[in-house]
């Protein structure tokens, strides 16, 4: 009633109450009469930071303005809403808790039992952390070196080298550095196997049998007719041979000289 007797407007949202379904129409109403009183503003700008102290006059005056018009409008919102609304909204703080609490049960959940299977471990690591981030902004914040164990932990056994020199020198790190750490490690796994591939490959290639075109006219390498160098025969003066090789000279050496007939 005094806030019906201070803005006449506020009649409006007396006989529109919000029940839910009629959500647009109350809240178009609920602007008009914030409008009215000047504290709409409160609506759609973020509540400011607590003044430290030493804060000047003019800076104390300003936010507790604010904290006076936001209460103003908290108040005919809740004024305007039919009594089960009022009745949850003063239930909300549990409500919200308990989903708070389950929602943080199921992003945990998934974090402790995450192990890289495949893809690569930028994926795997950077999904990791989007769920710490998210544990984080439900006010649940892990220890870094325990994130960065549960990371560790996630690796398969190719890891394991890293994993060891890691540990052994005690090394601190953030997690986005330790995410540049595994990408080159990772590198460094997978090359050995990447050279001995690319060198079976040469060695492969180095096998292979030269192409020998055919020599034209059917005649086989190495069997041409070579070009005759024997010279001419002094014997019975053919070419092609040597008097030695002379068929005709061998066979008069086979015929007998005739016996003398004065003897």
Not at 71 to 96: D, F, G, T, V
Request: net charge positive.
């Amino acid at each position: 009633k005094y806030l019906i007797m201070n803005n006449p407007l506020a009649r409006i949202l007396e006989n529109y109450r919000l029940t839910g379904p009629n959500y647009v129409d109350w809240f178009r109403n609920l602007r008009i009469i914030l409008n009215y009183e000047k504290i709409s503003y409160v609506l759609d700008t973020p509540k400011p930071n607590e003044i430290p102290e030493g804060t000047s006059e003019a800076e104390r005056v300003t936010y507790q303005k604010w904290q006076d018009d936001d209460l103003s409008a908290k108040s005919y919102i809740l004024a305007s809403m039919s009594n089960e609304l009022q009745r949850q909204h003063e239930n909300m703080p549990n409500l919200y808790s308990e989903q708070s609490r389950t929602v943080r049960y199921e992003i945990s959940k998934k974090l402790f039992r995450m192990r890289m299977t495949e893809g690569s471990v930028n994926e795997h690591v950077l999904k990791m952390i989007d769920y710490i981030e998210q544990l984080e902004a439900l006010n649940f914040s892990m220890d870094g070196e325990l994130a960065i164990d549960l990371i560790l932990q996630s690796l398969p056994d190719s890891f394991s080298q890293f994993i060891m020199n890691f540990n052994m020198n005690k090394m601190e790190c953030s997690l986005a550095e330790l995410l540049k750490m595994l990408n080159t490690a990772e590198t460094c796994i997978k090359k050995p196997k990447d050279v001995m591939a690319i060198e079976g490959s040469s060695a492969k290639k180095g096998k292979k049998k030269k192409f020998q075109p055919k020599a034209k006219g059917g005649i086989k390498k190495g069997k041409a007719n070579k070009p005759n160098d024997k010279g001419k025969c002094f014997h019975c003066g053919k070419d092609g041979h040597w008097k030695r090789n002379c068929k005709a000279y061998l066979n008069s050496l086979k015929v007998k000289p005739k016996e003398n007939p004065s003897e």
